[in-house]
Nanobody, 125 residues
Framework: QVQLVESGGGLVQSGGSLRLSCAAS????????MGWFRQAPGKEREFVAS???????????HLGDSVQGRVIISRTNAGNAVNLQMNSLKPGDTAVYYC???????????????WGRGTGVTVSS
């Protein structure tokens, strides 16, 4: 059974940092795209960042416009985990953050077949 389990969410003050992690199990995701989306109350799920296998034993990252310059995405555990280092957090970053994995990857939710249950991030002003 495939599982994506997020961790690292919590409450942080504006300007602070958080590191989210997502561990995948049930199959090998090393050649899959893995990424993060977020959903604030009353809003649609929004792309945050993703990494995709680039074919030369490395991954290429892609960041959403709203987090450019503030987040770093990385893959670990032979590509079966994805981490999101978030810096200079703002109240507008408050949301449930979801880990996703897919054979296509990209910035659309339809590009991902597997989803975690989410971890909450609250940024206080």
């Amino acid at each position: 059974q495939v599982q994506l389990v997020e961790s690292g969410g919590g409450l942080v003050q504006s300007g602070g940092s958080l590191r989210l992690s997502c561990a995948a199990s049930g199959r090998t995701f090393s050649r899959y795209a893995m990424g993060w989306f977020r959903q604030a109350p009353g809003k649609e799920r929004e792309f945050v960042a993703s990494t995709k296998w680039s074919g030369d034993n490395s991954y290429k990252g892609h960041l959403g416009d709203s987090v450019q310059g503030r987040v770093i995405i990385s893959r670990t555990n032979a590509g079966n985990a994805v981490n999101l280092q978030m810096n200079s957090l703002k109240p507008g970053d408050t949301a449930v953050y979801y880990c996703a994995a897919g054979s296509v990857g990209g910035s659309n939710t339809a590009d991902y077949e597997y989803w975690g249950r989410g971890t909450g991030v609250t940024v206080s002003s």
